[in-house]
């Protein structure tokens, strides 16, 4: 008796296998969306709906597993190093993406979308203030798709970046957590480049992160929004929470040690997960000018807290 597979159950097999790889500790992060990227664009995810999910829960959860491996009065630190420049750049990022976007006749709500995700924390910002600004479909899948584009180009060629910079893994995490959009790509891109990048790139981008709630406030009052819900990103608390636990409780070492492993391992598997989300129709509807206007945000951010780095660190 011969049975037959399907194009969509060969799809799954192909995807559970690439999976299975991303937990093996030699696939590295950028590897891991790469395998993700050309997964997507070859076969297209055979389980979209819980593609989405999983990446964006096991994303929090490999975050909250990284603060057991980090010193909470370290940490603060390294945080507020990267406070002193946050005010600055979210703000003028904001209004030159406003500015920009309106001068290439972007419109108001996606140039705002997309210069919420270059300013604090790429997708998870977008989604936060989307529903507030009341974007529709069309404008979030632009906004997301620009941003997820410029972030998977990120975790690439930062690290690569860094080194011909001749940074320290000191300023690399600061320049990381302030210049590459998603908490995922960042601490990708932090990982690949050492232990001390990992740790400050981490802290950073998710104190720089909690600007989702005064944002939050501002689109509200920007496009006139009362009593809509402010998506408060909780577990970045519980990330604290475990630095806290692992700063002043006395817990074995190869129990955080291995805590900390897994973590890694299933953000490795994340980025496979994110990857494998992108589709050809999420390209086609990113257009040319908000590419365009994306590209001049990052650009902006990138280099200006490159000179911040250099002159203070």
């Known amino acids: 008796m011969r049975y037959s597979v399907s194009s969509k159950q060969l799809n799954g097999i192909v995807y559970l296998i690439l ?5 093996i500790p030699f696939i590295t ?3 891991a969306l790469f395998l993700g990227l050309v997964f997507a664009l070859t076969l297209g995810s055979p389980f979209p709906a819980f593609n989405k999910k999983a990446s964006k829960y096991l994303l929090q959860i490999s975050v909250v597993g990284l603060g057991f491996g980090m010193n909470l009065l370290d940490s603060v630190k390294a945080g507020s190093d990267g406070m002193l420049f946050t005010l600055f750049s979210v703000v003028s990022v904001m209004v030159i993406g406003i500015m920009v976007g309106k001068w290439l006749n ?11 995700g270059t300013a604090i924390c790429g997708g998870s910002a977008i989604a936060a203030v989307g529903p507030i600004a009341k974007a529709n479909e069309s404008e ?24 011909w910079l001749n940074l320290t893994q000191h300023q690399f995490g600061l320049w990381a957590a302030i210049a590459i959009h998603d908490t995922s790509s960042v601490v990708g891109a932090g990982a690949t480049f050492g232990e001390e990048a990992l740790k400050v790139a981490t802290t950073v981008k998710l104190t720089r992160a909690l600007w989702i709630i005064p944002l939050s406030f501002f689109t509200s009052f920007y496009f006139k929004s009362k009593g809509d ?3 408060i990103p909780w577990f970045i608390l519980f990330f604290i929470l475990a630095m806290v636990l692992n ?24 980025l496979f997960f994110i990857g494998a989300g992108l589709s050809r129709s999420t390209l086609k509807s990113v257009g040319v000018k908000p590419l365009i206007l994306g590209v001049i945000l990052w650009f902006f ?3 200006i807290s490159l000179v911040f780095i250099y002159f203070l660190y």
Do not use: D, W
Not at 19 to 23: D, G, H, M
Not at 106 to 116: F, M, N, R, W
Not at 247 to 270: A, G, K
């Open 140 to 163: 979030m899948s632009v906004s997301l798709a620009t941003i997820f584009v410029l972030n998977a180009v990120a975790l690439f060629l930062f690290p690569v970046l860094g080194h």
């Open 301 to 303: 951010i990138a280099v």
């Open 106 to 116: 972007i419109g108001k709500v996606p140039s705002y979308l997309i210069a919420s």
């Open 247 to 270: 700063t002043y409780i006395n817990i074995p070492n190869s129990i955080t040690h291995e805590i900390v492993t897994v973590s890694r391992q299933s953000l490795t598997l994340t």
């Open 29 to 31: 992060a950028p590897i």
């Open 19 to 23: 999976a299975f790889l991303c937990l």
């Open 229 to 231: 819900k402010i998506v």
